[in-house]
């Protein structure tokens, strides 16, 4: 497989502009030679330095282009939520056995509602990024992965607007929080939650590129996974008797899920997870960042011949 050049290039209809991807060149131009060591650690240090900086430029626009022309423009981010919230809150707040499991049953279901709209948004969009950004795949050289993980950071944006609206349930539902030290866990939680999100998108995206049926899979998957994770129900409905102990397990094995419970355990409980919910968040997170990985740097080298 052939190297990827060391300079991105970046073709227009005014001609082609290009520039390094790190300080190499200028660092060969400058006054001495560094050592060997010192100029791998620089380096190093300037490829990180691109990366970080390419993935916030992409970011930004996916994030402006998304609103641009609507009158709301960012609001229609907080009402999705809302709406859906007020109206299965309305649909299944007069339901007995709902009623009895989940005291302050609306911030149970908005935490849900936020958590599955990044996730499967996320999932959603950046599995077809590589087709959307078409032109900018063909056109500039960079690290390819780049291009789904905007696309999954610039929903992390909208999530990070909708938990205001949970935050905002404090005023109104006080009871339905717990104040306690279990409440530090939530930012690790996020980031398990964020990395199972990496590891889905960095195999499918790079999958659709060449079988285009990927993404039809994906949205059917994400239906059937819905209903496969306590965001409506209470997780007692799942641990009810009449379940075999065996669908259990593998219902607990269920990533995001798992997520689900350990949020609601920290913020509405104020326990900390239990050893079964941490090994169903990081033990399938850390198996789909590998294989997404692996998965991605195989099919990478074709995404210039599918796109």
Not at 212 to 234: E, G, K, M, Q
Not at 260 to 288: F, H, K, Q
């Amino acid at each position: 497989m052939r190297a990827l050049p060391d300079v991105w290039v970046h073709r227009r209809p005014k001609g082609p502009t290009w520039g390094p991807l790190d300080d190499e060149a200028a660092a060969a131009n400058g006054a001495g030679k560094a050592s060997g060591a010192a100029k791998g650690a620089h380096s190093a240090s300037a490829r990180r330095a691109t990366f970080a900086h390419v993935l916030g430029v992409l970011t930004r626009n996916e994030f402006r282009a998304r609103y641009r022309s609507q009158a709301l423009g960012i609001l229609w981010s907080l009402l999705n939520p809302l709406v859906q919230t007020a109206i299965l809150t309305v649909i299944f707040s007069h339901v007995a056995a709902f009623k009895s499991a989940v005291p302050n049953y609306p911030v149970y279901l908005l935490m849900g509602v936020v958590v599955w709209q990044w996730f499967s948004t996320a999932i959603n969009m950046a599995t077809q990024s590589f087709i959307a950004q078409a032109d900018i795949v063909k056109r500039t050289v960079f690290a390819r992965q780049i291009v789904p993980l905007a696309a999954a950071l610039s929903y992390g944006v909208n999530f990070a607007m909708e938990s205001l609206l949970v935050l905002a349930l404090v005023f109104i539902w006080p009871s339905a929080f717990k104040l306690s030290p279990a409440l530090a866990l939530v930012p690790v939680v996020l980031v398990i939650l964020a990395a199972l999100i990496v590891g889905v998108v960095l195999a499918t995206s790079v999958l659709n590129v060449v079988y285009r049926d990927v993404a039809f899979l994906v949205s059917t998957a994400l239906t059937l996974l819905y209903w496969l994770t306590p965001i409506i129900y209470p997780l007692s409905f799942v641990d009810d008797g009449a379940i075999p102990h065996v669908y259990k397990v593998l219902y607990h094995l269920n990533p995001i899920a798992s997520i689900m419970v350990a949020l609601r355990n920290c913020l509405m409980d104020g326990v900390v997870p239990s050893a079964l919910t941490w090994i169903g968040m990081v033990g399938p997170t850390a198996l789909m960042l590998a294989i997404g990985w692996a998965v991605f740097r195989h099919y990478e080298r074709m995404v210039l011949d599918y796109v």
